[in-house]
């Protein structure tokens, strides 16, 4: 069982190239997100999706777009790289809230991203 | 807006000590509480979790109660260990809906030493 998957794991980007971090998990989980951590600010929500076809805007979308045409995948596009997108960057995934109670998000391993 | 406030670190201990890590949260509806735990050069990994109020959430040792009445989840562990090096987040979702969004804590790293 390979969890949550995320490709590639370090990338170096120019000013302006744009590029796309590949997510994938085999849990069958109806809902997958897209996190960057940055110092001293914790992990903020860039993008979520509750399903396939279905995504929406987190705390920090400028700059990103993501699609969601399988259970199984989560790709985020950075359209043009800015330095100000350097950061390390998480998908997540877990079963739909069902309402009373919370389940438990499984991270990837995470892609390390810097712009110059 | 949802907010979860954590103590500033780093903070560094002897093994065997006793840790507090103070998360205070800010919501307006009732919250699931989690902390998540990131070891070096890894992802975040769900340490323990409580979904209502007097809930104690407990793992590997590590144990935080739910307190409505102070809006707190303070993460405490009565003997540390080395292993125990790692950035510990705080982080909040609200039982409304489907999709739980995480509003996270800074962060919070921990460094343990003989």
């Known amino acids: 069982n390979a969890g949550v998957t995320q490709t590639p794991k370090f990338q170096v980007l120019k000013t302006g190239q744009s590029m796309t971090l590949q997510c994938a998990q085999d849990?069958?989980?109806?809902?997958m997100s897209w996190y960057r951590q940055d110092p001293g600010m914790g992990l903020r929500l860039i993008h979520y999706?509750?399903?396939?076809?279905?995504?929406d805007q987190g705390e920090v979308p400028n700059g990103y777009n993501v699609s969601r045409s399988t259970t199984e995948d989560f790709p985020l596009r950075l359209l043009s790289a800015a330095p100000s997108q350097t950061s390390v960057y998480f998908c997540?995934?877990?079963?739909?809230?069902?309402?009373?109670?919370?389940?438990?998000?499984?991270f990837g391993p995470g892609t390390r991203l810097t712009v110059t | 807006g949802d907010s979860v406030t954590q103590m500033e670190g780093p903070v560094t201990l002897s093994e065997e000590a006793f840790l507090t890590i103070n998360c205070t949260y800010t919501a307006t509806g009732y919250p699931s509480l989690f902390w998540y735990v990131q070891y070096p050069g890894e992802g975040l990994q769900l340490l323990l979790k409580?979904?209502?109020?007097?809930d104690k959430g407990s793992n590997k040792g590590f144990e935080a109660t739910y307190r409505k009445e102070t809006t707190s989840f303070h993460l405490e562990k009565g003997s540390v260990q080395v292993s125990d090096s790692a950035v510990y987040f705080c982080a909040l979702t609200l039982n409304t809906g489907t999709a739980s969004k995480l509003t996270f804590g800074t962060g919070t790293r921990l460094q343990v030493t003989l």
């Open positions: 849990m069958n989980h109806e809902y």
């Open positions: 999706s509750v399903g396939a076809g279905i995504t």
């Open positions: 997540a995934s877990s079963p739909l809230n069902s309402g009373g109670g919370s389940y438990e998000q499984y």
């Open positions: 409580a979904t209502k109020a007097d």
